[in-house]
């Protein structure tokens, strides 16, 4: 199992990124897929998922108005689009996937982790 992502850099106050995780190895349409991110000096915190079992995605409350997760099965790909976004959303962004039907915000939920990206947000 191996991903690239790619999308992120530097991005200015109330702008938007589109974050893509291109995994191989594996087919994407037998997982549940996450993205968590970590800010400098803080834990790694769930962003969004989306359920293998009715494709139902869940959000942390804080990011849900700002962020969307989505897949591409056929292209074994996993987006994360964020916009308004402000600097306390830089930091490293990590997608992931998970054998589960369900999903979870709790990274000991998760299977496999891309190498992470970073995002920052400055002027």
């Known amino acids: 199992v191996q991903f690239v992502e790619s999308g992120g850099g530097l991005v200015q106050p109330g702008g938007t990124v589109r974050l893509s995780c291109a995994g191989s190895?594996?087919?994407?349409?037998?997982?549940?897929i996450a993205w968590f991110r970590r800010a400098p000096g803080k834990e790694r915190e769930g962003i969004s998922c989306?359920?293998?079992?009715?494709?139902?995605?869940y959000y942390a409350d804080s990011l849900r108005s700002r962020f969307t997760i989505s897949r591409d099965n056929a292209k074994n790909t996993i987006y994360l689009q964020m916009s308004s976004l402000k600097p306390e959303d830089t930091g490293t962004y990590y997608c992931?996937?998970?054998?589960?039907?369900?999903?979870?915000?709790?990274?000991?939920?998760?299977?496999?982790w891309g190498q992470g990206i970073q995002v920052t947000v400055s002027s």
């Open positions: 992931a996937i998970g054998s589960g039907y369900m999903c979870s915000l709790q990274s000991s939920w998760w299977d496999y």
């Open positions: 190895g594996f087919d994407l349409d037998s997982y549940s």
């Open positions: 989306i359920s293998n079992s009715d494709g139902s995605s």
